[in-house]
């Protein structure tokens, strides 16, 4: 998957098991100690499931 840094628009947690955004396009595996991150682009969204929430949002506003 790409994203292009041009088109995030937000980077943020969200704190539901399977995510706010019905249509977003998952990645990764939800359980009890997995940060959900939710990648807000210009077309969709995605929520990606991960343990390193902090290196994924400072890659991606870097």
Known sequence: ???LSSD???VTLDDTY????RNAIRTGT?????DRVVIKTKKR????????YISI?????S
């Open 18 to 21: 399977g995510g706010k955004e």
């Open 1 to 3: 998957m790409e994203i």
């Open 30 to 34: 939800p359980n009890g100690a997995t």
């Open 45 to 52: 969204s995605f929520n990606l499931y991960t343990t390193n």
């Open 8 to 10: 995030v628009l937000e």
């Open 57 to 61: 949002k400072n890659k991606i506003l």
